[in-house]
């Protein structure tokens, strides 16, 4: 997850038709139970991309969808557990070909439209950057990921971009190695983003380019006569989110404190939606308030881990 800011509505989430000038670009998808969408998204990727690497989280004890790509180009990783976003981009990313340029990273449900990895990829010639991402919006609503997006230019640097839709030049990973995996699922992103910006990378993002995105159970509330948009979750997200975020704002807020800010404000607003509306808070706010007190202390409790899974408690610094 992550804090990207609002853009235009954008278009159908169905694959492209035409083939486009293939890139030296990989793409890394993870995947977990994933369902018939995924042999379109590797579709659409495979128009721009030289290959897909799918990190399939499902147990080895389910089927998955994984199992019917075929094609020379598609890679398929599956560990059989479920290891969590941060170890699938991590078993993507070291299955990466030699001449491998730049990784695409996608998830499961995230169609590319057919001008977003060239439009993306333009910005890498500027060399001072070495993360771009396009504007995330809902899939189902084309409403748009954050607030406040007219106080940014269409392309801004930015703390970080959300995973999916997200280019990575492949030099970054000499700076920093690893996606983090003691974060489990959520703030992976942004993590890795922070990191780079502190290692110089410019992170920037093209408000121009839309990438479609489902973000959960979107629902509009009714309060004082204004409508909130609320994404519910279940207890164990909101664990992770609590403690990956105030960990970030703990180690990066003085170094970057803008971030610190903006993302107090963010885990707040978090907070108070769940405390008001939702149905199950008896749960899902003491799951929360958990989560920020392990994250003060940057301890773990696994049993906000969902069913099946297994952490491997690594922090790959």
């Given at each position: ?17 035409a083939?486009?000038t293939?890139?030296?670009i990989?793409a890394?998808l993870t995947?977990y ?8 998204v ?26 019917k ?13 479920n ?5 699938a ?6 299955a ?18 057919p ?6 990829i333009?910005h890498?010639?500027d ?8 504007a995330?919006v ?6 748009a ?7 940014h ?7 970080a971009v959300?995973?999916?839709?997200m ?12 996606f ?5 699922v959520?703030y ?5 983003c922070?990191?780079?910006?502190r ?11 839309v990438?479609?995105?489902?973000i ?11 409508t ?32 610190g800010l ?7 607003r ?6 008001l ?7 899902h ?7 920020l007190?392990?994250?003060?202390t940057?301890?773990a ?8 899974a ?8």
């Amino acid at each position: 997850m992550t804090m990207a800011d609002p853009g235009p509505a954008g278009p159908p989430a169905t694959a492209p038709a035409a083939a486009t000038t293939i890139l030296p670009i990989a793409a890394v998808l993870t995947a977990y139970h994933p369902d018939e969408r995924l042999a379109a998204v590797v579709e659409a990727a495979l128009l721009t991309c030289a290959a897909v690497i799918v990190a399939d989280n499902t147990p080895a004890d389910a089927s998955s969808m994984a199992e019917k790509l075929d094609d020379p180009r598609v890679t398929v990783l599956r560990s059989g557990r479920n290891l969590g976003v941060a170890a699938a981009l991590n078993l993507g990313v070291a299955a990466l070909p030699d001449d491998t340029a730049a990784v695409l990273f996608l998830d499961q449900d995230s169609i590319l439209p057919p001008e977003l990895v060239h439009g993306l990829i333009t910005h890498l010639d500027d060399p001072s950057i070495g993360v771009v991402g396009p504007a995330a919006v809902e899939a189902g609503s084309g409403s748009a990921y954050e607030s406040l997006a007219g106080l940014h230019k269409e392309v801004s640097n930015r703390y970080a971009v959300i995973t999916s839709g997200m280019i990575v030049r492949r030099s970054c990973f000499d700076l920093v190695p690893a996606f983090r995996e003691d974060f489990f699922v959520d703030y992976v992103d942004v993590d890795f983003c922070l990191r780079l910006r502190r290692a110089g990378v410019r992170v920037v993002r093209d408000k121009s380019l839309v990438l479609p995105h489902s973000i959960g159970d979107g629902r509009e509330h009714k309060v004082l006569g204004l409508t909130v948009r609320v994404t519910h979750y279940p207890a164990w997200r909101h664990y992770w989110t609590a403690r990956n975020g105030m960990i970030l704002i703990r180690e990066q807020g003085l170094r970057q404190p803008g971030f610190g800010l903006t993302n107090a404000l963010f885990m707040g607003r978090w907070l108070v939606n769940t405390a008001l509306f939702e149905p199950k808070r008896r749960t899902h706010v003491p799951a929360f308030v958990r989560g920020l007190l392990n994250g003060l202390t940057n301890r773990a409790n696994l049993e906000y881990l969902p069913g099946g899974a297994e952490y491997r408690a690594k922090t790959n610094l």
